[in-house]
C-alpha cells in the first residue's frame, strides 16, 4: 500500500529553489533513506511532509503530496502532525519531566484520563527501548538523560500521539556508537507498526537500516531504489561517486 | 614622536576619571539619604497619617496610595503589554505594520512623563469623567509603563529555544499550545523581570499622576477607585517645595522610603534574572 | 470549540500587539483637541516665539520662547556634561574594565537609572543648589546651570547603557585585526571601535537628550521656575515641562490657560517623537 505519494514537488525560501520536481512513493511499512551531500535537499524535503517548512520565512511549494490519497494540506495541520511523527537531529527534550515529555503530544490532543496517560507514556517508553532506563525517575528533568537516552525520549514522546509515519531527521548525528546501535535497533523494529523515512549523512547508517534508498542532490532526487541496489549497482554515475566517495 | 603608550595612558586614565564621575555622584546620593534619612524612620513614621501640616506624624496614607496605584498599573498593562509581547515575538512577520508597532513602542517610551500627565488629564480625568482618582491615575501610569513591559517580555519570549516551537509543533499541538505549554511557561522568569521594574518605574513617577490622582493633603486612606490619593513621590515633592519648615529629617525619611521602596524592585528583578541565567536548562 | 477558543485568543493578541500603536495615536489625539485652538488663537508663530508668558494676566500673554530657550540651555548643559562623561563611562565599561567590575559599574549604572527624580530633585536641592550659590556668589543657587547638572545624571544611564551596546555589537574581528597590526588598546578604540559604533553612540547620545527635555520633576525643583528669556547659565529659567507640571493644578479645564498648556504638550510630543525616530532610525542603520 502506498502511504506517500509525493509528485512532482517543488520548494522553494525566497530565491532558493531547494527541491526541484521531486517525485516518489513511499510504501506503508518500509524504511526508506534518504542520502546525499549536506545541502541537497534532504531536511527540506523531510521537513515538507509535515509542512513543519511552513514555518520557514517565504515559503512556496508546488505539486502535490498526499497521506494515503488525500493531500496533506487539505488534512487539519494539528492532526496531520499527529499522523506523521517526526525526530530531530539532536536530542531536543521539552523542559519538562520525561513522564511530560511522552505524555505532551496526546495531551494537547485533549488525553486527561490520568491512568489512560499513564498507560500509553508506559508503552511508548517500551517501544523506545528507555522503560527500563527511566522507569524509577519518571519525574526527573529530561535533560538529565545522557545524549542516547534523550534521542530515544524523542522516539517514545513521538510514539505516544500513535503516529502512522515517522520522519528521522539525522536521528543519530549527536550521538556515540552504541547510543547509535539502539536507536537503530529501535527504528528497524518500528518499521513493523510505522512507515519510517529516515534522513541521513551516514550513508552506512542508510545501508544498514534501509529497505529502499533516495539520493538528492542539489535538490533533485537522482536515483531511488532497493538500498542493495544503490550500494552495489548504482544506476547513475552519481550517485555512484557520492556512495565511493563516502565509503572511501 | 608622540609615545602611543602615554597617550594610551592619559586617555584611559580619563575614562576612568568619567566613570567614577558617575559612580562616585551615585554612591554618595544613596549614602546621604541613607545617613540623613534612617533617624527618621520609625514605626510611627511608617504608619502614621501626615500631622501639623504635615510637618510631623507619618507617611502611612502616600505608602498605601503609591501601592494602591502601582497595583492598578500593573493590572492594566500587565495582560495588554504581554499579549502584545506575545505578538511580536510569536505572530508578527517581518513587515511595515511591524515596524510601526516596534517604532511606535519606542516613541510611547520615549513620550515625556508630563505629557502623559496631560494626556491622562485630558483622556480619564476630564473626557471619560473619572475624575482625579486612583482609576485614573493607574490607567496613566499603566500606559507609561507598557513599553517596559512589552520589551523585556519579548526578550524573554524570544529567548526560549526556536526548537522547542518546533518539536511541540511536531507533536500536533496548535500554535497556542505551544505558546502557552512551552514558550510562557519558559519565558516566566523574564516577564516578571519585566514587569516588577515596570513597577518601580511607576512607583517613582511623579509627574503623570499630578493632575490625575495625587491628593496635596489627605489624612485618611482611599475608599474607592474614584477616590483621589496621595502617593510618596508627589508627597516628597510636596513637603520639599511647598511646604514651608518641614523638618529636614522627615523629608530625608520620605525619600528614603521612596529610594528603598524603588530600589527593592529592582534588586529582587536583578536577583530573578540571576537566578534564573544559573538554572537555565539548555 | 478549542478552535473557537483559540480564534478568540489569537484575535485578542493581535489586538494588543497593534496596542502600542494605538496608545501613542491616543496621546496625540487628545493633546491635539485640547490644544490646537491655542495655535488658531494665538497663531502658532506668537506662540512659538512670543517673549512673554504672563498665562493669566489680562488679556493673557502665550509666547512660550523663554520657555523653549529655559529647555535649550537647561538640555544643552546637561548634554555637554552628560556626553563626553556617558560616552566615556561606556568605553571604559565595554573595552577597559575587568568583568568583575565591569559588573558592579553596571550594576551602579542601573542603579542611578531607578532612583526617582523627584529623589534626585529633592537631593539637587539640598546638597547642589546651595553648592552653586556658594561657588558663583549668586542670590539664588536654583539656577539653570544646577538643573544641567543633575540632568546629566540623568541622561548617563541612558547614554552609557546605549552606547556600551553599540560598542559591544561591534564585530570581534575589527578588534583584533587592528590589535594584530600592532595598534595599541587606545588606538583600536579610538581609530576602530568608535568609528564602527558611532551611529550607536549618537543614538545614545539622542536618546539622552531625549531624556532631560522630558524630564520634569527634577528641573521644576531646581532650576528656579522664572519664565523669562534667559541671560546666562547662572540665572533661574523655566523649561516646558516644568511650566506644565507647576500650572496645571491651578489652571482652570476649558480656559485658554489650561489649551495653552496642553499645546506646549504637543511641541514637547512632537520633540520626542522627532528625537525617538531619527534615534531608531541611527540604531537600525546598525543591522
Redesign the interface.
Known sequence: MVKFDIRDLDVWFGPVHALKKVSMAVEANEIVSVIGPSNSGKTTFLRTL?R?SD?T?NFKMAGTIRLEQENINDIDI?????KI??V?A?P?P??LSIFDNVA??IR???MKNKKALEKTVEGSLQEAYLWDEVKDRLGE?A?KLSGGQQQRL?IA??LA?EPEVILFDEPCSGLDPISTAKVEDAMVKLKEKYTIVLVTNNVKQAARVGDRTAFFLNGELIELDETDRIFTAPKDKRTDGYIRGKFG | MRNPYRTQRIAFFFLLLATLLIVVPVGLIVVIIVQKGLPAINWQFLSDIPRHGMRAGGIFPAIVGTIYLVTGAIIFALPIGLLAAIYLSEYSKDNFLTRLIKLAIVNLAGVPSVVFGLFGLALFVVFFKFGASILSGSLTLGIMILPVIITTSREALESVPYSFREVSLSLGASKWQTIRHIVLPNAIPGILTGTILGLGRAAGETAPILFTVAAFYLPRLPASVFDQAMALPYHLYVISTQVPNVDEKIRYGTALVLLMLVLMMNLIAIVIRYKFRKMKKW | MRKFKEIIIEKLILICGLASIFFVALIFIFLLKEGIQVFKSVGLFKFLFGKSWYPISEPPQLGILPLILGSLLVTAGAAAISIPIGVGCAIYIAEIAPLKIKEILKAGIELLAAIPSVVLGFIGMVTLVPLVKTVFHLPTGLTALAGSIMLAFMAMPTIVSIAEDALYSVPKTYKEGALALGATQWQTIWRVMLPAASSGILAAVMLGIGRVIGETMAVMMITGNAAVLPKSILVPVRTLTATIAAEMGEAVVGAEHYFALFAIGIVLFVISFAINVTADLFLHKRE
Open positions: 509535515n513543519l514555518l520565512l494539528g492532526l496531520l502532525r499527529k511523527g517526526m530531530f539532536l531536543l521539552l523542559p505532551y503530544g494537547m490532543h485533549g528533568s535533560f524523542c514522546r513521538t500521539v
